[in-house]
């Protein structure tokens, strides 16, 4: 079993950065893919960012390919998502999710996740 809490939301001008942290507990964290999805108001979840358990492959939405960057730190069951340059399309409520499987297509919405916090809100202002 592995819970997921995400933090680090907030309210911020375009063209600011955030953090947020997703931490997750249970002794087997490290074993899983991670991923952010965000889902605004009125539209479908969207697939944001995702990372293997080790780290060394990434994949990202189309939308945020060069702006945001996904991380993680096994040793503190920790996985990051830096967002720079943002934009308001980016307000939403951002949840963190983890997974058995790593996939390289996510915009399928052909994928299985075991755990999902429950979201931590960013808010971009023009």
């Known amino acids: 079993q592995v819970q997921l809490v995400e933090s680090g939301g907030g309210l911020v001008q375009a063209g600011d950065s955030l953090r947020l942290s997703c931490v997750g507990s249970g002794r087997t964290f490290s074993s899983y893919a991670m991923a952010w999805f965000r889902q605004a108001p009125g539209k479908e979840r969207e697939f944001v960012a995702a990372?293997?358990?080790?780290?060394?492959?990434?994949n990202y939405g189309d939308s945020v390919k060069g702006r945001f960057t996904i991380s993680r730190v096994n040793t503190k069951n920790t996985v990051y998502l830096q967002m720079n340059s943002l934009k308001p399309e980016d307000t939403a409520v951002y949840y963190c999710a983890a997974g058995r499987n790593y996939y390289t297509d996510y915009e399928s919405r052909r994928y299985e996740f075991d755990y999902w916090g429950q979201g931590t809100q960013v808010t971009v202002s023009s």
């Open positions: 990372i293997n358990w080790g780290g060394g492959r990434t």
